[in-house]
Nanobody, 123 residues
Framework: QVQLVESGGGLVQAGGSLRISCAAS????????MGWFRQAPGKEREFVAAIIASGSSTYYSDSVKGRFTISRDNAKNTVYLQMNSLKPEDTAVYYC????????????????WGQGTQVTVSS
């Protein structure tokens, strides 16, 4: 079965950096667009970044553009999110997701989801 397993979350001070990863199995990873989403307590899940199957195009929400970088390694079936200049408002559970059609910002478009990894940014 398809599994997406996030790792690398933790506690970091404001202004710091963190890289989270998502390892995929049970699917042909190189055919899927991948996205990162996040959900803070009491809020809806929101789009963070996405990357198409080949890795040649990426998309970001306005709130993270210029601070976060999404990348992927199709040989390792892994997608990454490098997060720099972190702010307390970045605190959330971060989820990766796989989309067979493309790489969009819409939650409903994605076929598979990971269990999430907590990122906490202290002020």
């Amino acid at each position: 079965q398809v599994q997406l397993v996030e790792s690398g979350g933790g506690l970091v001070q404001a202004g710091g950096s963190l890289r989270i990863s998502c390892a995929a199995s049970g699917l042909t990873f190189s055919l899927y667009g991948m996205g990162w989403f996040r959900q803070a307590p009491g809020k809806e899940r929101e789009f963070v970044a996405a990357i198409i199957a080949s890795g040649s195009s990426t998309y970001y929400s306005d709130s993270v553009k210029g601070r976060f970088t999404i990348s992927r390694d199709n040989a390792k079936n892994t997608v990454y999110l490098q997060m720099n200049s972190l702010k307390p408002e970045d605190t959330a559970v971060y989820y990766c997701a796989a989309d067979r059609i493309g790489a969009t910002r819409w939650v409903s478009q994605y076929d598979y989801w990971g269990q999430g990894t907590q990122v906490t940014v202290s002020s």
